[in-house]
């Protein structure tokens, strides 16, 4: 059993054609109930609920209160190779793209984790391109130990690995691994996913249910905004969740709603999703699953952070240089996508205040996964 | 149709059979109930007579049995009456009952969890009595359990669903079904558990001890019926009321200008 078997008995157009079909009388139904189940959330991703934003985000940020309190986790990327024998026609990384590649040698990693931990970082989340000679099981064997001197909590957003690896990673010290399918529809992903083991979309699918198997702590899935139908695809990572959480249920989940943006090879997204729309998914999501956790990262602007980072998200990068060896030496010309938030953490961390929220930093303990 | 093990069952409603005033009764209101699935206990169970009071009766009607553990104090216990109750009652089906208190006959849970790990094992259909513990639910499903079977509230209390709360997080968590057992005093509570989505209820003393046994097994599979089909049916929820907001101060920077 695998999510490959509820997957297979999707059927894209039909959900398509249910969400489509909602009614604002079904996004009443969805806002009077206090347990939402996923045909409540297919309401309210529908266009019907548009008008229903403001009292989505009111319930939102209710909720969201309730559960996590006045707080908001702080971590912060670290690029350690933006080498990618990929091709993905959206990422900057993307193989055919002219920047310069690098990987960062084990000095050049101690010089960023001192780089970040001078800004008050415990929580860590690392990245990089997909390549597995240069960037495979040996480097991140070689990387574990460094990171898990410095940090509380470590996240991976790498390419898929196997149980196995993931089993030895965890032993290590990794704590989470975000793994997002970008999109579920095989069709578009067989159109963006060009080159490269990115290639396998099954792979990739059965990714979550390897790492729950492997038991690790936190698994983050979700669809990157833009490139498919927003509303399909995240019906589709709603019924992944749902599965993950009656088959992994030790396991926690999060979240992530990135948005494409502009990047070196000029890519515009086929079904862009708007700032208003985008805030109507964080709330139905919430209202959804009132537990989950919800990261919202600098891909978004400032502006739009502050005016949501109390409506529902959880989870928050502060400064993000996405090209590897960024926070000890600038250099711009390595970048996965340009940021919009360029704040340095103490302003974000102002900003979250100034919500009326705590910046948490450290929210784990190394003796916990010992 | 609910599935359990393989066997279809096209009735949510079980039967215990432990309370009954005479066998006569018992056999008219598991008629009037239209229960395929009843549970006796092995220590009820005389095989040393032609004739006892609960197996010879429940045999020759034809329902599927489920022996129960009941009495055991501890996993070696029950496993050991387990194995007596397969051989005597030629079924691998099990209702596993653990409970070493003998004034509330509340369930161990170690000593549940040991023992439906021993019992899977030996390929038992293991169906454990447990408290509304979402846990320990989620720990026996993966022990290979064919259903959890939590308590709605103390045994033989008829106090309905005290345990709603963690009844309804059981039921949304599992993979495998679930049967409220224990403590359903009347026909509301079992609708009650069916329209929150439990795939059966377990009714004994409501039905054995009521004024009109019979009319009570009738009164319980309707209400069974009922419960599953307003499931099925959808509930619908409290009706929406606006509220009355002139301004949209969460979402008005939507408008703004970037």
Known sequence: ?370 | MLTIANQTFSSRLFLGTGKFRNRQTMLQALEASASELVTLALRRVDLNRDEDDIYTPLKASQVNLLPNTSGARNAEEAVFAARLAREAMQTPWVKLEIHPDSRHLMPDPVETLKAAEMLVKEGFIVMPYVHADPVLCKRLEEAGCAVVMPLAAPIGSNLGLSARDFIQLIIDQSRIPVVVDAGIGKPSDAMLAMEMGADAVLVNTAIATAGDPVKMANAFRQSVIAGREAYEAGLPGKKYTPQAEASSPLTSFLDEPA
């Open chain 1, 1 to 370: 059993m695998s999510f490959h078997d509820v997957y297979n008995q999707l059927n894209p157009d039909q959900l398509r054609l249910e969400i489509n079909s909602k009614q604002q009388s079904d996004v009443e139904v969805a806002l009077a109930k206090t347990k939402l189940d996923i045909n409540d959330f297919q309401a309210l991703i529908s266009p019907a609920a548009a008008p229903y934003l403001e009292t989505m985000a009111r319930r939102s940020q209710q909720l969201t209160r309730q559960r996590f309190g006045n707080t908001m986790q702080l971590y912060i990327p670290l690029y350690l190779s933006n080498k990618c024998t990929n091709i993905c026609t959206y990422c900057g990384f993307s193989l055919g793209n002219k920047i310069r590649r690098k990987t960062l040698s084990m000095e050049e990693l101690d010089q960023e984790i001192a780089a970040i931990k001078a800004m008050g970082f415990e929580h860590i989340l690392i990245v990089t391109g997909e390549a597995d000679g240069t960037v495979g099981m040996d480097y991140f064997r070689e990387v574990m130990p460094h990171l898990r001197k410095h940090f509380a909590h470590i996240s991976f957003e790498v390419q898929p690995l196997d149980q196995a690896d993931y089993e030895e990673l965890i032993e290590l010290g990794l704590n989470a691994v975000l793994v997002y399918q970008e999109t579920y529809q095989r069709e578009p992903y067989a159109r963006f996913h060009l080159r490269g083991s990115k290639q396998d979309f099954d792979y990739r699918l059965d990714t979550a249910d390897r790492l729950g198997k492997a038991g690790v702590e936190k698994i983050g899935i979700g669809s990157l905004l833009g490139l498919d139908e927003w509303r399909l695809d995240n019906l589709y990572t709603a019924f992944h969740l749902d599965y993950l959480e009656k088959t992994y249920w030790r396991t926690r989940y999060s979240l992530s709603v990135p948005r494409l943006r502009p990047c070196e090879g000029s890519f515009s997204p086929e079904h862009p999703v708007s700032e208003r729309q985008l805030l109507q998914l964080i709330c139905a999501w919430r209202l959804f699953k009132p537990e989950l956790e919800i990261s919202l990262s600098t891909r978004e602007s400032a502006r739009f952070r502050d005016n949501v980072m109390s409506l529902g998200v959880t989870t928050m990068s502060a400064w993000s240089s996405t090209h590897p060896g960024g926070y000890a030496n600038r250099d711009e010309s390595l970048e996965q996508f340009s940021i919009d938030d360029n704040r340095r953490p103490d302003e974000v961390a102002v900003a979250i205040r100034e919500k009326g929220l705590e910046p948490v930093w450290k929210d784990w303990d190394t003796s916990l996964s010992a």
